[in-house]
Nanobody, 126 residues
């Protein structure tokens, strides 16, 4: 059983930056694909970025490419999402999730992620 705790959300101005963290307990962290999803009010949860167990492979949604960076430290059982050049449309609750499947199999499919963090609110506003 894996427990995930998200943190790092808050209020940022357009063009600003935030860094989200997700720390795991239980399980064998380095075998999991770790992924960030987000959900804005009235919208479905959507894929943001994913990283494979070794940290060498990543996958990004088109709308965050060049702005967000996902990384992980398996010794610390932590995954981060560095968010730069934030836009108002990035406002959402951000969730980290863990999958037993490798990155190429888990990808953006919510149904392949059995473990979820509680979510952290990101608000981008002037």
């Amino acid at each position: 059983q894996v427990q995930l705790v998200d943190s790092g959300g808050g209020l940022a101005q357009p063009g600003g930056s935030l860094r989200l963290s997700c720390t795991a307990s239980g399980g064998t962290f380095n075998i999991y694909t770790m992924t960030w999803f987000r959900q804005a009010p009235g919208k479905e949860r959507e894929f943001v970025a994913a990283i494979g167990g070794s940290g060498r492979s990543t996958l990004y949604a088109e709308f965050v490419k060049g702005r967000f960076t996902i990384s992980r430290d398996n010794a610390a059982k932590t995954v981060w999402l560095q968010m730069n050049s934030l836009k108002a449309e990035d406002t959402a609750v951000y969730y980290c999730a863990a999958s037993y499947l490798p990155l190429y199999a888990a990808r953006q499919n919510l149904n392949t992620y059995p473990y979820w963090g509680q979510g952290t609110q990101v608000t981008v506003s002037s």
